[in-house]
Structure formats: C-alpha cells, structure tokens
C-alpha cells in the first residue's frame, strides 16, 4: 500500500512527542463479569485531532468512549484524560457525550435541552465551565436559530442530532465523544451534518472521537482512524487518512478517498 | 385543458371536503341518534306493556324528577364529590409516594409490592365493612375506601413510569455528574408524567365507585345514600337520576383530569 499507515507501536512512540494529548491509555483493560471488552490498550489521543473509531460489532468501540467518559470503570492500567483521572475529567467537564440517538428530555424545547449541562452537577462539585457561546448562539451554530422553542417531536432526527451536538458543546469541552451519532439518518441528512461538524471541529478546536459503522464515514470525518478488532476488543492498526481539509463530499469520488476504504474495508475483515 | 383539469382538481377538492364534513356529522350524529332511538324505544315500551314505574320508570318521569328533585339531588352530590376527590387525592399520592420509594430501594418494593397485590385482590365491596368498622361512619372510612380504590393502578403504572427513562439519559445524567435529586426532578419525575396521567384517568373514575360504595355501607348523606334510599322506598324515578348524577360526576372528574393532562403534557 503507499499510504502512509502505521502500526501501534509507531503511533504511541509519535504521539509522546510534540502535541499534546488529550487521553492516554497504557495496558489498559475493560472487564464485564468474566467477558473482556477491551484488552490491553495503549493509545494517545492528540489534543485537536479527529479521530474515527472503526471495528466489528462487539470490538468494544462504544466501551471505549463509555471509558474515557467515566461510565465504565478501567479494571487495570492507565487511563489520564487531558492529565487528570477520568472522574476529575467528568467533575471539570472536559468531555462531552453524543449518543446514537439525540437522548434529548421529550418535555424540554431545544434550548431547554441544551442549558441542561448547565443545571446539573453542581451538587457533586461540578465548576460549570462559562462558554464563549450562549445556548442561543450554539444552536445557531447548528443551523437551528428560529427553532429554540421547538419540543423535539417537532423535530426531524437530524435536527434533534444537532441539537444534541450544541447540548455537548455548551460547557466548552476539549473532547467530544461522539458514538455513531449519525447511524440513524438518512444519507443525505448524514452528508450534511458530516460537513457540519468538521466545520464545528476546525472553528472550536475540540478533540473528537467518533466511533462509525461506515467505512466512507470514517474516511471522510477522520484524520486517523482507529482500527478494532473483536474478541477481545484490541487496537488493531491507527491508519492515518491524509486528506487535506476542508473536505468536501466530492472527495468521495476521488481515487486517494476508494484507495483508503478499500484498504480499511480488507482490514476490517480480518478483524 | 388546463382550465378543465383545474376544474376537476377544484371538483375533487369540493368533494373530498364534503367527505370530511359528513365524516364529522357522523361522529356525532350516530351515537346522538342511537340514544335518542334507545330512549323513545324505552319510553314507548314502559308506556306499552304497562311497566309499573316502581319497577322501571320511564325517560320522562327520570327527567321530571331530575328537575324537581334537583336540590335534593345536590345535597347528595356534594358529599359524594368531597369523598371521592379527597379519596382521589389520598389514594394517589400514597401510590406514588410508593412508587418513588420502590424505584429507589429494591428492598421496599420486595417488602412492600407482594402486599400491595394482596390488598388488590380483595374486592372493594369486601374490605369496605372492615374499613368501616376501622374508621368509623365518618368521612375517614369514605375517603380510605376511595383511595384505596385508585391506589393500586396508580402505583404500577408510577413505577413503570419512573423506570421509563432510556438507558441513554442516564448515561447522560452520569457524564454530567448529576445528583440523585437532580436525576428524579430533573429527568425521572418528568419522564413518569405520562404514565402518571393515563393512571390518574382510571382513578378518576374508579374514586367515585369508591365513595359510592363506601357510602351504602354506612351513610346518611351522598348519592350512595340515596341510591340505596330510593331502592327502598321503591322510588325508582328518583333512583335513576341519582345513577345519573353519579355517572355525571365520574364524567367531570374524568374531563378534569385530561384538560389538566392535555395542558401540563405537551411532548
């Protein structure tokens, strides 16, 4: 193959050098009962990369986001998010969660929705981060303004993805966990919010990780995609997509773009 | 060609919104009608073979009492009504009380949801003697059996609806480090809502069975009274505008509980 792909003791010996890292994971270990999601992992997120997680089903791609955001405790090895133990992480809200389906509260309008980090954990500790943007400015972010009083009923489910992005974004956060947020949609829907959201990424700098059933998807959002492989869910490879940004959807049709999914789509079979 | 086309699209328009209206007028007109059939067949028939009136009075005789008789009727209604909303409202809260205590604490609701089914599977019309004698004649006895009657429905459908949240909120509330209060308040309570009203409906309903029943146990006052007064006396007239008082109230009390859920549910 020519392009450039790595293998994972080349991307952690990388990613301890200039930028900084937004997770790190040393031997790191998931375990449910006697059943091992996530073995042995060691990996470094870098501080303003976008990142696609890619695997077959049960390859612990979600256990991997539920890790890092503190919802699955590390049965053994490291884990430090931005420097601090996943709970100082979650208490100082340096993370935020999109999950596959908007889980929005039905009874709450979409700016409603997205003020609801703002009025939770206190009690706990948590020191609400102030945003450079308000609620209102966030959804216009999304290409919601004029519908912040909407329930999300009244909502198509790529808006209600939206507006569950300008929720995640509200407190500021320097990683974004995104898992399969757009699984659900329509392709058409899922183009344009695949635009919108590298837009969003490259205007606030926020680290993603995006965990994608689709090949094309990964190719087109990632600068390196995270390759698992199941039973026991293990890093497989950390394939570096080198495409120029900004990206467009015609990218798709270019013979750089067919050479990745190809080469991910053989990977993904022997996973 | 055009105009003719237009033509028939405007015709089938026309049509088409008949259509809805006659659809509209049937809703309506058929039940209206049915009763209207139903009541002169019933009218006629008394009337025909010489039904005594004690026995089966006829519409009219209903309605003539209804009129005449409607202070009396009232001086019913209005113990009857504060019995079964004051059962409502006891009844319903306990049951949800519960329900929030045996979403929180498996132990309670192992303790407590066995005897729950228990109390459920006793017909009203059996315990209510036991609670009278509890109680006493007074209005306790009423309001217990009353609320009791709602409880039961009310509590299974507040816990299913307190553990109706997705998975995803709670994965939600975590990542945000959120109190158990601010989880119930907050996400838990809202989420019930639904489930609560569809519960409350039933209760709604079901609480003026438990005044009236209540009532014929042991009371002076209240339609429950007077139903079993004007059995006695044979004075059917009466009798018949008292079961419809009776169902009237049910009717108000069911309407009020959906414009409240119309109004608060709005998702």
């Given at each position: 193959?020519?392009?450039?792909m790595e293998?994972v003791?080349n991307?952690?010996?990388?990613?301890?050098?200039?930028?900084?890292?937004?997770a790190?994971?040393?031997?790191?270990f998931v375990?449910?009962?006697?059943?091992?999601?996530?073995?042995?992992?060691?990996?470094?997120?870098?501080q303003?990369?976008?990142?696609?997680?890619?695997g077959p089903?049960?390859?612990?791609?979600?256990?991997?986001?539920?890790?890092?955001?503190?919802?699955?405790?590390?049965a053994?090895?490291?884990l430090?998010?931005?420097?601090?133990?996943?709970?100082?992480?979650?208490?100082?809200?340096?993370?935020?969660?999109?999950?596959?389906?908007a889980?929005?509260?039905?009874?709450?309008?979409?700016i409603q929705?997205?003020?609801?980090?703002?009025?939770?954990?206190?009690?706990r500790?948590v020191?609400?981060?102030?945003?450079?943007?308000?609620?209102?400015?966030?959804?216009?972010?999304?290409?919601?303004?004029?519908?912040?009083?909407?329930?999300?009923?009244?909502l198509?489910?790529?808006m209600?993805?939206r507006?569950?992005?300008?929720?995640?974004?509200?407190c500021?956060?320097?990683?974004?966990l995104?898992?399969?947020?757009?699984?659900?949609?329509?392709?058409?829907?899922?183009?344009?919010?695949n635009?919108?959201?590298l837009?969003?990424?490259?205007?606030?700098?926020?680290?993603?990780?995006?965990v994608?059933?689709?090949i094309?998807?990964?190719?087109?959002?990632?600068?390196?995609?995270?390759m698992?492989q199941?039973?026991?869910?293990?890093?497989?490879?950390?394939?570096?997509?080198?495409?120029?940004y900004p990206?467009e959807?015609?990218?798709?049709?270019?013979?750089?773009f067919?050479k990745?999914?190809s080469?991910?789509?053989?990977?993904?079979?022997?996973? | 060609?055009?105009?003719?086309?237009?033509?028939?699209?405007?015709q089938?328009?026309e049509?088409?919104r008949?259509?809805?209206?006659r659809?509209?007028?049937?809703?309506?007109?058929?039940p209206?009608?049915?009763?209207?059939?139903?009541?002169?067949?019933?009218?006629f028939?008394?009337r025909?073979?010489?039904?005594p009136?004690?026995?089966a009075?006829?519409?009219?005789?209903?309605?003539?009492e209804?009129?005449?008789?409607?202070?009396?009727?009232?001086?019913?209604?209005w113990p009857?009504?504060y019995e079964?909303?004051?059962g409502?409202i006891?009844?319903?809260?306990?049951a949800v009380?519960?329900?929030i205590?045996?979403?929180?604490?498996?132990?309670?609701?192992?303790a407590?949801f066995?005897?729950a089914?228990?109390?459920?599977?006793i017909?009203?019309l059996a315990?209510?003697?036991?609670?009278?004698?509890?109680?006493g004649?007074?209005?306790?006895?009423?309001?217990?059996?009353?609320?009791?009657?709602c409880?039961?429905?009310?509590?299974?459908?507040?816990?299913?609806g307190l553990?109706s949240?997705?998975?995803?909120?709670?994965?939600?509330?975590r990542i945000?480090?959120?109190?158990?209060?601010?989880?119930?308040?907050?996400?838990?309570?809202?989420?019930s809502?639904p489930?609560?009203?569809?519960?409350?409906?039933?209760?709604?309903?079901?609480?003026?069975?438990g005044a009236?029943?209540?009532?014929?146990?042991?009371?002076?006052?209240?339609?429950?009274?007077?139903?079993?007064?004007?059995?006695f006396?044979?004075?059917s007239a009466l009798?018949?505008?008292?079961?419809?008082?009776?169902?009237g109230?049910?009717v108000?009390l069911?309407a009020?509980?959906?414009?409240?859920?119309?109004?608060?549910?709005?998702?």
């Amino acid at each position: 193959m020519a392009e450039p792909m790595e293998t994972v003791s080349n991307i952690e010996g990388k990613a301890t050098g200039n930028r900084p890292v937004a997770a790190s994971l040393t031997n790191a270990f998931v375990k449910f009962g006697a059943f091992t999601a996530i073995e042995n992992l060691s990996l470094n997120i870098e501080q303003g990369s976008f990142y696609t997680i890619l695997g077959p089903s049960g390859c612990g791609k979600s256990t991997l986001l539920r890790l890092i955001s503190d919802l699955v405790p590390c049965a053994s090895g490291e884990l430090k998010v931005l420097g601090k133990t996943t709970e100082e992480a979650r208490l100082a809200r340096e993370f935020a969660f999109v999950f596959q389906d908007a889980a929005l509260l039905p009874w709450r309008s979409a700016i409603q929705n997205v003020e609801l980090p703002l009025e939770m954990g206190r009690k706990r500790g948590v020191k609400i981060p102030v945003s450079d943007k308000t609620p209102a400015e966030l959804l216009e972010l999304v290409g919601l303004k004029g519908r912040e009083k909407s329930l999300p009923h009244e909502l198509s489910g790529g808006m209600r993805q939206r507006v569950a992005i300008a929720r995640a974004l509200v407190c500021k956060p320097k990683l974004l966990l995104m898992d399969e947020p757009f699984g659900a949609l329509d392709e058409m829907t899922r183009d344009h919010l695949n635009l919108q959201l590298l837009q969003i990424w490259q205007e606030t700098g926020v680290t993603i990780l995006f965990v994608t059933h689709s090949i094309p998807e990964a190719v087109f959002l990632g600068q390196k995609v995270l390759m698992l492989q199941a039973n026991p869910g293990r890093l497989r490879e950390v394939v570096d997509i080198d495409l120029p940004y900004p990206r467009e959807i015609k990218l798709r049709d270019t013979q750089d773009f067919i050479k990745y999914t190809s080469y991910l789509r053989e990977l993904l079979e022997t996973c | 060609m055009t105009a003719t086309t237009t033509n028939i699209d405007a015709q089938i328009l026309e049509e088409e919104r008949r259509a809805v209206r006659r659809r509209k007028i049937e809703a309506v007109a058929l039940p209206l009608g049915t009763l209207i059939v139903l009541l002169l067949t019933w009218q006629f028939g008394v009337r025909l073979f010489g039904v005594p009136s004690y026995i089966a009075p006829a519409p009219s005789e209903v309605a003539i009492e209804f009129v005449t008789k409607f202070s009396l009727l009232m001086e019913n209604f209005w113990p009857t009504f504060y019995e079964a909303v004051l059962g409502f409202i006891a009844g319903n809260l306990a049951a949800v009380l519960l329900a929030i205590a045996f979403v929180h604490s498996r132990t309670v609701e192992r303790a407590f949801f066995p005897i729950a089914v228990f109390i459920n599977t006793i017909p009203i019309l059996a315990i209510a003697p036991i609670l009278v004698l509890i109680f006493g004649a007074g209005l306790t006895a009423k309001v217990v059996i009353a609320g009791l009657i709602c409880f039961f429905p009310t509590l299974v459908n507040m816990v299913r609806g307190l553990q109706s949240v997705s998975e995803q909120s709670l994965e939600l509330a975590r990542i945000l480090s959120a109190s158990k209060a601010e989880i119930f308040w907050k996400i838990r309570l809202p989420s019930s809502l639904p489930f609560l009203f569809s519960a409350l409906k039933i209760a709604a309903t079901t609480c003026v069975i438990g005044a009236i029943v209540a009532e014929w146990v042991g009371a002076d006052a209240g339609l429950g009274a007077l139903i079993i007064d004007s059995t006695f006396n044979f004075r059917s007239a009466l009798l018949y505008a008292t079961v419809f008082m009776s169902s009237g109230l049910s009717v108000f009390l069911f309407a009020t509980v959906s414009i409240a859920e119309r109004l608060i549910i709005r998702w």
